[in-house]
Every structure is written in C-alpha cells, then in structure tokens.
C-alpha cells in the first residue's frame, strides 16, 4: 500500500486542474504531506432570518483527474453554506429537494419543536420544499445541519450534504473574540473519504476514509494572521475521533463546546472530538514570525477507540490508511496582523448555571448492546423502529441519563432537543474541555457517562426526538430511539 500510494502521490503531484492546484492525498507518508498545499475551501455564509437551502446532485474537483459525484445545498459541491442565526431571531428555512430522492435536513443541537427538527420523520422528497421556522433559542456557538433520512444517512452525508451554523448573542458579542469570518474566525470541518472508479466516493461499508478532507479540501492550507485565530472545528466524519492539537504542541485555548461558550477559556495541548462533537478554540499566533508555519494535526486518532491514554488502539487500522497515524488536518502560514487584531486571551467567557444532581427529578439509564457478530448495534437491545417511542419525558423534567457501554467499541451519544451537562464518566474526571453545554458526548468501551439536561418547552403526544450513536453507519443500522416529551 505505501509503494502504491508513494507512486500516486508523485502522478498526481505535478497536475493541474483548471483554476487550482489540486494535491488530493498527502498520506504516501502519514505524518507528511507530499506535494503541494491547497488552499483551504471556506464555505460562503447565508445571514438574515429567512434561509433558502437547494440540495441537488453537484459535483467536485476532490483530487486530480475525474471530478467527483457530490450532494451539496446550493450547488457548493460538498458542504453547503454556513448560515449565520441571532439568538432571538424568528427564521424562516425553506429547504427544497432537487435530489431524486427524500431526504430530511436536521439541524443538530437546536432546540426547537420537534416537528421541525428534521429528524427521520420530517421526509423532504423529491422536488419538494420544507418549510420550518422556529425561533433561534441556542446559545451562541457552533452547529450544524445535516440529512437524517433513516438508513440514508450515511451515504447523503459522504456525498456531501451538510454545513455549518453560527449562532450569535450579544454575551458572545461583547467579547473580545476574533470574530471576522474566513479571516480570523475559521470554520473547519473534519471528514475523509475513499475513492473508487474515476474518483466516485466509495460508498461500501467502511466507515473510515483514506484521504483527510477540511472543509473538502484536501492538504489543506491558510494563511492566519499575526494574533489570537479562532478555530470553529466540527467532527463530521462516519466513525472517526480526532485527536487535536498542533505541530510544536503549544498551548491553545478551548472555548465553546456543543452548546456555546464555557465559563472561561481552557488550556489544553490536545482536544479529542469525536462524531458530531464542536469546539471553538483560540490559538494565539502573535509570537510567530511572518512567513512561519505550523499544522493543526490529528494524533493517532484513527478509530474510535483509539484514543491516546483511553482505550487500546491495538485492534487494528480498519484498512484505513489514516488510522492509527498522525497526520495534517490544516497547515497554517502564519502573515501580518489584522488591523483589529486580538491580542489577548479573555479571563472569562460567561457564566453558565448547570444541572446538578440535586435539580434531577427522572433517571434512566441506556445501555449500548448489539454489535456481536452479524448484530447491529442497538440501545437495550432495541433497533430503530418508525413507531416505535422508546422513552417518554415529562415536559420540564430535569433527567439524568446514563449511558453504559459494556459493548465492544466506543460510541458518539447524541440527544436531539436540549443540551447537556456531563456529570460524570466512570472512568474518572470528566475533561474540562467538556465541562460545557454538550449535544454529543463520548462514550468509550467499558464506561458509564452519565448527563444531565432539562426538557422544558416542546412537548407534544405524537412527535419524536431522536437520541442516537452519531457514527452514521450505527445510526442507519438500528443504533437509534425515539423519545416524546409530553405536557
Ligand atoms: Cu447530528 Cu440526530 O443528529
Ligand atoms: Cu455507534
């Protein structure tokens, strides 16, 4: 595999497409990037209340040689725009369905009624238009929308379909935060994919891709400012967890998690993210010289449990050229400071008031079975079924959920309608770094999380809210339940 794709990498390394250099791989070496950079992709922004989303077949140019069949909304070629929300705002989205097959469009970590939360229910079909619109409640931070068609979720995702939100509040806004999209204020999302026959994605089973895309773009590079960047860094693979930090391991900050700013920033030299995860982090940059560079890489962060100092990574690659390795996920040319430039780390962010286990009024626990053999995973050995209500919440209970993995491999646990504080991890302390309001949290083989959240505002008799694994092959074979809120 390694003369193979030492070879490729030197055909394609001095190709040309029409426009921009296209280096697609970068792995002939795991840790090191042969050939040329390109140069990041930024997705365009939407802003306002009212947001027209067009999904149609697109296609990319993701390496040399043929482009790439895509899904992307309003034809970016993979990943659709960022839209930019005001908490407060009442928005509009009208999601029109130009593939020639349903989807849904979910827009993950909102809290909204679960009518509009595009889950597997709300089906867009074929040349259709859904019409949510709901008021923008979240906190400032960082989210996303994505197809939750159930067991067409994985491939609509590698295809492309999905994108970043932004939400904005004024607790946020009156911060001294880098906060100029594109320029300090840098979304990156985290993906790979295979290839098969004239560079079509390879939509088999495996769950874990060979070349590493940010934001699509392949080997990719930017030139960041003098000064304090922040980073909008989502996990938008199938399977894998990403281990983070930077080539020189210096310090950088942690600052928002799933569900908007923590107390303070957190300094960390590594942050894992796993499937659906987000963070914002700050790096302070003002003491690189112009013309300097450094890579944000992913250590040995191949599968999901091979997570450095957490579970064994000894099980294997997964035929993942990436897994187990260290690699560049963005290389950053470091060039003069921005006019209004950040120069300072702020002492304090917000202040947050979590649950405790005092305020908790239900509990229940979720264990993680299946996955044995020919078995999907399943929760309480409980596939997915359409009509099937797994759980029932009172309106404004305040839940402790634990979720118990004694099963084989690790899992992204997600719960659709609130955030979440982490209250506990069997294995120990919960991080810092994930001290905030979560959607999406971790759970590794032989661990017990336990979380809590209030389910206040949307109830409603007969529609559901989905709680998943977030590894979208999990989620389309089964790992998924429903749960109503109800008055
Ligand atoms: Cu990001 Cu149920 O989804
Ligand atoms: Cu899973």
């Given at each position: 595999i390694l003369a193979l794709s030492v070879a490729f990498a030197l055909m394609?390394?001095?190709?040309?497409?029409?426009?921009?250099?296209?280096?697609?791989?970068?792995?002939?070496?795991?840790?090191?990037?042969?050939?040329?950079?390109?140069?990041?992709?930024?997705?365009?922004?939407?802003?306002?209340?009212?947001?027209?989303?067009?999904?149609?077949?697109?296609?990319?140019?993701?390496r040399?040689?043929?482009?790439?069949?895509?899904?992307?909304?309003?034809?970016?070629?993979?990943?659709?725009?960022?839209?930019?929300?005001?908490?407060?705002?009442?928005?509009?989205?009208?999601?029109?369905?130009?593939?020639?097959?349903?989807?849904?469009?979910?827009?993950?970590?909102?809290?909204?009624?679960?009518?509009?939360?595009?889950?597997?229910?709300?089906m867009i079909d074929a040349g259709t238009t859904w019409t949510?619109?709901?008021?923008i409640r979240n906190n400032a931070g960082t989210y996303w929308y994505h197809p939750h068609l159930h067991e067409k979720t994985k491939e609509q995702l590698t295809y492309g379909t999905g994108g970043l939100i932004i939400i904005k509040d004024p607790v946020e806004s009156a911060l001294a935060l880098p906060r100029t999209y594109g320029e300090d204020d840098i979304p990156l999302i985290l993906t790979s994919r295979s290839y098969g026959t004239s560079n079509a994605f390879d939509l088999s089973a495996r769950a874990y891709g060979d070349y590493q895309l940010t934001n699509g773009t392949s080997n990719a590079q930017i030139s960041l400012p003098k000064q304090f960047v922040r980073l909008r860094i989502l996990n938008a693979e199938i399977e894998r967890g990403y281990n983070l930090g930077f080539s020189d391991n210096r310090t950088f900050y942690v600052i928002t998690n799933d569900g908007g700013l923590l107390d303070a920033p957190v300094p960390v030299t590594r942050v894992k993210m796993m499937v659906g995860e987000r963070v914002e982090i700050l790096v302070n940059l003002g003491a690189d010289a112009v013309g300097s560079s450094l890579d944000l890489k992913a250590y040995n962060s191949g599968q999901a449990f091979g997570f450095p100092g957490g579970e064994s990574n000894s099980s294997g690659d997964f035929g993942s050229l990436l897994n187990n390795k260290d690699f560049p996920v963005l290389h950053i040319n470091v060039k003069a400071a921005t006019a209004s430039a950040i120069t300072a780390l702020p002492a304090k962010l917000t202040t947050n008031t979590y649950w405790t286990n005092t305020d908790v009024t239900n509990s229940r626990t979720i264990t993680i079975t299946g996955g044995q053999g020919a078995t999907a995973f399943s929760f309480d050995n409980n596939l997915y079924g359409d009509t099937k209500i797994n759980q029932t919440v009172k309106l404004n209970a305040v839940e402790k959920w634990t979720i118990t993995n004694n099963n084989i491999f690790g899992h992204s646990f997600h719960i659709h309608d609130i955030q979440f504080k982490i209250i506990s991890r069997s294995s120990g302390t919960v991080g810092t770094h994930e001290s905030g309001w979560k959607d999406t949290v971790y759970v590794p083989v032989g661990e017990s999380v336990s979380v809590i959240a209030k389910f206040d505002d949307f109830a409603s008799s007969t529609n559901a809210f989905m709680y998943h694994c977030h590894f979208s092959n999990h989620e389309d074979g089964g790992m998924m339940g429903q749960f109503l809120v109800t008055q």
């Open positions: 394609i390394g001095c190709s040309k497409s029409s426009d921009t250099t296209v280096t697609p791989d970068g792995t002939s070496s795991a840790t090191t990037v042969s050939g040329t950079y390109n140069d990041l992709w930024i997705p365009p922004t939407i802003t306002g209340t009212t947001f027209n989303l067009t999904l149609a077949k697109t296609t990319k140019q993701m040399t040689g043929s482009v790439t069949n895509t899904y992307s909304y309003n034809s970016t070629g993979f990943w659709g725009p960022t839209l930019i929300m005001n908490k407060g705002d009442f928005v509009k989205m009208n999601v029109t369905n130009n593939l020639p097959e349903a989807t849904t469009t979910h827009w993950h970590g909102f809290h909204i009624p679960a009518i509009m939360d595009g889950g597997p229910h709300q949510p619109s709901f008021e």
